[in-house]
């Protein structure tokens, strides 16, 4: 079964691990509060059917590779700060992500109690009924080509359209006399 996710996973996880390495500095100074919002407390029934909803979409697959691309990004950024480390961090980085493998389910923990604070519990149950019917499962499958698709045509649009407005900026500065 093809995931709704199916092509966002790299996307996501590249701008996730962009935004993950930050100086030591700037995570210090950053109140621990600050990092996530709060969620209020749902129903461990509300829970239960968001985790199967997050099941159903394959959502693992968007943040499976999450430990290790961080181990591999923090270790880039420390070889570049430490280059007479190099070594001993390559030798360092498995260790580190042996250590902490399975910490990226925390992900779909906190994914499933956004969900559940989202979408009342009847919601949510009517959610997993609907992706378990003809209809949600063609969803499921035919989503990410269709977003895909539409992707590519409005990055098409958006280029076409750059040339639009580069002409109506020229014509407006040949007006004042100006050559761009």
């Known amino acids: 079964m093809k995931?709704?996710?199916?092509?966002?996973?790299?996307?996501?996880?590249a701008v996730g691990l962009a935004l993950s390495v930050v100086p030591a500095?700037?995570?210090?100074?950053?109140?621990?509060?600050?990092?996530?919002?709060?969620?209020?407390?749902?129903?461990?029934a509300a829970v239960a059917a968001a985790k199967e909803i997050l099941q159903i979409k394959n959502a693992t697959a968007m943040y499976?590779?999450?430990?290790?691309?961080?181990?591999?990004?923090?270790?880039?950024?420390?070889?570049?700060q430490n280059l007479n480390y190099q070594k001993d961090l390559n030798e360092v980085a498995p260790i580190v992500e042996q250590q902490l493998?399975?910490?990226?389910?925390?992900?779909?923990?906190?994914?499933?109690?956004?969900?559940?604070?989202?979408?009342?519990e009847q919601e949510l149950k009517d959610l997993v009924t609907f992706y378990k019917s003809p209809l949600g499962k063609k969803l499921i499958d035919a989503e990410p080509r269709a977003i895909g698709l539409s992707m590519a045509f409005m990055n098409s649009w958006a280029q076409n359209f750059s040339e639009t407005v580069m002409g109506a900026f020229r014509a407006e500065m040949r007006k004042r006399g100006k050559e761009i």
Request: zero cysteines.
């Open 64 to 80: 499976a590779g999450a430990v290790p691309g961080l181990v591999q990004k923090t270790k880039i950024a420390l070889i570049q």
């Open 3 to 13: 995931s709704v996710l199916k092509f966002l996973p790299a996307a996501t996880l």
């Open 101 to 120: 493998n399975g910490r990226q389910n925390e992900i779909g923990e906190g994914m499933a109690q956004i969900y559940a604070s989202e979408f009342t």
């Open 25 to 44: 500095a700037a995570q210090q100074a950053a109140p621990k509060a600050a990092a996530a919002p709060a969620q209020p407390k749902a129903s461990p």
